[in-house]
C-alpha cells in the first residue's frame, strides 16, 4: 500500500512505472487519473486549491485502500493525491490496484475513487468566474459512495 | 493550551491563533463547540450550517461529552471533497 501526498504537479505514467518495477508475477494494473478541469458545468475555473489535515489525511487514505485492497484480494495499491494550488490539466490523483487477474482491479479502482470523493479528509475550493467556492460532494457522489458499498468482488 | 484546527471552509473564516487557551467551564466538546459560537459567531453559523466531524488528537469522536485534556489537537472537519 503506498499513499502519497504531493504539493507538486507529478508524473502518473512515471508513478505508474515505479509501481509496476519488479511485479512480473502480477497480470493485470488498472489506473485512474483525475484531471482538474478548466470548467465545472460551463462555469470557468482557473485554480483549484485542496486543503488537507496533515498526518490524518495520509492515514484516512491508507484507510480506505486497505480495505479496498483486502476486498477485492489486489496485493497493492498505490495513491498519489495532489493538495495545495492545482492549475487546468494537472493531475490531481492517481489510483493504482495491482492484482493477478484484471476484474478485481476494474473494482478496486473504482471502487476506492468513489470512497475518495465523499471519505478522504481533502477539502476541494474552486476560483474562477464565480469567485471562489468550497465544493461539497455532489448527490450522485454519495449515490456511488453508498452503491460501492455493496460491490464485492 | 489545546490546540484547535479548522479544515476547508471553515479555516477561512476561524481566528488565526489556533492555541487557545479556554475558560474553566468549558470541559467537553459540547462545551467547545458552544464556546467557539460565542467567541465568533460566524464561525459559530457556518459550524451549525454543515455537518462537522470532530477529529480529537488524529481519531475521529462521536461522543460529545468527551473531556478535552491539556495539549489536545481538536480539528474540525466539514464535509469532504477529495478525488
Known sequence: ?153 | MVKLVFLGKLRGLAREDAEVALPADVGTLAELKDWIARRDPDLGSAMAATQVQYVVNQCVVRDFSLPIAQNDEIAFLPPMSGG
Open chain 1, 1 to 153: 500500500m503506498q499513499v502519497r501526498l504531493t504539493s507538486q504537479p507529478f508524473d502518473p505514467q512515471r508513478e505508474e512505472a515505479a509501481f509496476v518495477a519488479g511485479r512480473a508475477q502480477m497480470g493485470a494494473l488498472v489506473s485512474f487519473v483525475g484531471l482538474c478541469r478548466d470548467n465545472n458545468e460551463g462555469v470557468a475555473v482557473r485554480q483549484l486549491h485542496i486543503d488537507h489535515y496533515a498526518g490524518f489525511t495520509e492515514k484516512e487514505i491508507a484507510r480506505l485502500a486497505q480495505d479496498v485492497a483486502a476486498r477485492f484480494a489486489c496485493p497493492d495499491i498505490l495513491v498519489v493525491h495532489r493538495v495545495g494550488d492545482i492549475a487546468p490539466g494537472e493531475a490531481i490523483v492517481l489510483v493504482a490496484a495491482l492484482s493477478h487477474h484484471r476484474a478485481n482491479a476494474f473494482d478496486a479502482v473504482r471502487v476506492l475513487m468513489d470512497y475518495l470523493k465523499t471519505d478522504a479528509p481533502l477539502w476541494k475550493k474552486e476560483t474562477g468566474a464565480k469567485g471562489a467556492q468550497w465544493i461539497e460532494p455532489r448527490a450522485e457522489d454519495r449515490a456511488r459512495r453508498a452503491e460501492a458499498e455493496g460491490k464485492s468482488p
